[in-house]
């Protein structure tokens, strides 16, 4: 058991670009979750997957996010024209069909 | 609407010394209740969780959690903290069938020898 990994850990880029983050979860874990957290605050939800189907998102994922589970694996989160206020963490966790959920170390994004 | 409140940003304590962090929900449906620790530069971690059973759990470094339905609380305790406590403390509350949670703002504890 691995744990859940992210990538990249750390990444730095100016307002306008495009970022992509990966998650892969603890392998057969079936649900998939995104949370953004930033300084001083606790993790916010932002989407869920059960399997392939993104089933939730939340209304702070605005229509510059978007987020994939192609075959029920890793996923992805990116962000399109990138903007100061997007600067957060950004976590996963995965769980098994139950209410257990395992964090990845998250990636913090720092916007310009 | 669901909430979660930690009464308290920091708490500094001096090592061996008693500590609560104190959490507390609003919601009108079943709960399943939970606190993560956050040491320096790492992820979140599983600290303990209320899913059904006994109101009172705990974990294996001496935390324990009691889960009070009729206060809708669900405060952390330890009766003698180390320096190695010293991190960051989430509650997290599931509201649904599949998971999602609703973290509080979290509670920085500080150990002092």
């Known amino acids: ?112 | 609407a669901q909430s979660v409140t930690q009464l308290d940003s920091q708490v500094p304590v001096f090592e061996e010394a008693p500590v609560e962090l104190r959490c507390n929900y609003s919601s009108s449906v079943s709960v399943y209740l939970f606190w993560y620790v956050q040491y320096p530069n790492q992820g979140l971690q599983l600290l303990l969780k209320y899913l059904s059973g006994s109101t009172l759990v705990e974990s294996i470094n001496g935390f324990e959690a009691e889960f009070n339905k009729s206060q809708t609380s669900f405060h952390l305790r330890k009766p003698s903290v180390h320096i190695s406590d010293t991190a960051e403390y989430f509650c997290a509350v599931s509201f649904t069938s599949y998971g999602k949670l609703t973290f509080g703002q979290g509670t920085i504890l500080t150990v002092h020898p």
Request: proline share 5%; glycine share 8%.
């Open chain 1, 1 to 112: 058991d691995t744990g859940v990994s992210q990538d990249p850990r750390h990444k730095i880029t100016k307002r306008g670009q495009n970022v992509t983050f990966r998650c892969d979860p603890i392998s057969e874990h079936n649900r998939l979750y995104w949370y953004r957290q930033t300084l001083g605050q606790g993790p916010e939800f932002l989407t869920y997957f059960q399997n392939e189907a993104q089933l939730e998102k939340s209304r702070l994922l605005s229509d510059r996010f978007s987020a994939e589970r192609p075959k029920g694996s890793f996923s992805t989160l990116e962000i399109q024209r990138t903007e100061q206020g997007d600067s957060a963490m950004y976590l996963c966790a995965s769980s098994p069909q139950s209410y257990e959920q395992y964090f990845g170390p998250g990636t913090r994004l720092t916007v310009t």
